[in-house]
């Protein structure tokens, strides 16, 4: 059941949500995604905060009811995979979500706080430096699972690192080839960003 809401949780369209009550379809603007960056393009910087947010909550939420509850490693790398994978492949969108970056990253800040806000800042380190979240993205989903074990974290919360990483990383195959090609969208711009 925790697993199930852990899904159903994470396949609220939090972007399109945003976006209908500023009175704009995210989708038709952009690059089409529901994530922060596009929804910055479609309806600015307010709109992307409370976007990232939401997003965030998303993978928090599941994974602190769960540990609330008392259940361990394994039901909580289960339950923060399940946010990841909804926001991606949400049931309410016909499985055509987001990319996973900000829910990835509230699922890692409640799995372990310390870890979990240093990855959330070297994606803003990468991203402001280098004007693309999308290599931020890819930055941090690759950093992610030596964090997580150089730092000793539970074997299920690496595993969640890769697996969830490798979901990451394949919503965000275009934007690697896109990066490849030197026509990858920034972020802050009329072109935009990588989500």
Not at 21 to 39: E, F, L, P, W
Not at 47 to 57: E, I, R, S, Y
Not at 112 to 137: I, K, N
Not at 144 to 154: D, H, M, Y
């Amino acid at each position: 059941m925790l697993i199930l809401l852990g899904y159903l949780l994470g396949s609220v369209p939090t972007g399109i949500l945003v976006g209908r009550a500023c009175g704009v379809d995210v989708r038709k603007v952009g690059s089409g995604n529901i994530g922060t960056a596009n929804v910055m393009r479609a309806a600015g910087k307010g709109a992307a905060a409370l976007t990232m947010l939401g997003d965030m909550l998303k993978g928090i939420v599941p994974v602190v009811g769960a540990r609330a509850l008392g259940e361990g490693p394994w039901v909580l790398a289960a339950v923060a995979l399940a946010a990841v994978v909804g926001h991606c492949w949400p049931v309410f969108l016909r499985f055509k979500g987001g990319k996973g970056v900000a829910t990835g990253a509230g699922t890692s800040i409640a799995l372990v706080p310390a870890v979990g806000l240093g990855m959330f800042a070297l994606w803003w380190v990468v991203a402001l430096a280098s004007r693309y979240t999308s290599l931020a993205a890819i930055v941090v989903t690759v950093v992610s699972p030596f964090a997580f074990w150089l730092t000793g974290q539970p074997l299920p919360y690496v595993l969640y690192t890769l697996v969830g990483g490798a979901a990451v990383l394949w919503r965000h195959r275009e934007n690697a080839r896109a990066l490849l090609r030197g026509t990858e969208r920034k972020f802050g711009g009329r072109s935009g960003g990588g989500g």
